[in-house]
């Protein structure tokens, strides 16, 4: 949870977005190929790697990659900055869900403890996106 945190205070909060470009016909199953190429080659490494490292990487690192580079060059650098401060701020209830989870499964059974993860995830997601963190701002170098 700390390194989210990092994240967020560090990076620019980048101007806020316009509309977005018109993906091309190709974006969407282009992404899908990319992303399904790297994690084939995780899973490929997965001995290599060790179970817990490739899990690691496929979800966070292939998966922002990918929808960074996309954005990049559809959209430009702002909106990379505004995709990567949301992710940062994502993690913290995909990483509630997934502490809950871990706590209530075998207490609880699989049934309540999903129920109360994703109670706890969408309340926490609610609140963090109606906080000012997420907000874009201007920055000093934007006319």
């Known amino acids: 949870m700390a390194f989210p945190a990092v994240v967020m205070v560090l990076l620019p909060r980048g101007a806020p977005g316009g509309p977005a470009a018109r993906a091309p016909s190709w974006d969407i199953p282009f992404r899908m190929v990319t992303a399904t190429a790297l994690v084939i080659a995780l899973t490929a490494l ?13 979800p966070f690192p292939v998966t922002g990659a990918v ?4 954005t990049h060059r559809l959209d430009g650098d702002q909106a990379v900055v505004r995709l990567i401060r949301g992710m940062g701020l994502a993690s913290f209830t995909f990483a509630a869900f997934f502490l809950v989870l871990a706590e209530l499964l075998d207490r609880r059974g699989t049934a309540a403890a999903f129920g109360v993860a994703i109670a706890v995830a969408a309340i926490m997601h609610g609140v963090l996106l109606t906080g000012p963190s997420i907000r874009p701002t201007r920055s000093r170098w934007d006319h």
């Open 46 to 58: 997965a001995k290599t790697l060790g179970p817990r490292l490739s899990g690691l990487l496929t």
């Open 67 to 70: 929808l960074a580079i996309f």
